[in-house]
């Protein structure tokens, strides 16, 4: 199991985000993020948009921290990286 995610570095709705990813299976993912109780509003096709608040607890339950352009370059290595459609 590899659950990633990223400092929280992305402004939004007046906060801080980070993004939690597998590079194994979006399964995986989601049963992560379940655990964490995130809502399934926050996955956003390849990711989880992940409160700053929340990012040490993320950890404390085993994500890795990986900066993200890493997270990225795993993701596509994993054929799991999903471009937003513009």
């Known amino acids: 199991m590899t659950i990633l995610v990223d400092p929280p570095a992305w402004a939004g709705h007046g906060r801080l ?46 994500a890795v921290p990986v900066r993200s352009r890493d997270l990225v370059a795993r993701l596509l290595a994993a054929g799991l990286r999903r471009r937003k459609r513009h």
């Open 17 to 62: 985000w980070s993004h939690l990813a597998s590079d194994e299976s979006f399964d995986e993912l989601h049963a992560f993020a379940a655990r964490l109780g995130l809502p399934s509003r926050g996955f956003d096709g390849d990711h989880y948009d992940l409160p700053a608040a929340d990012y040490q607890r993320a950890v404390d339950a085993g």
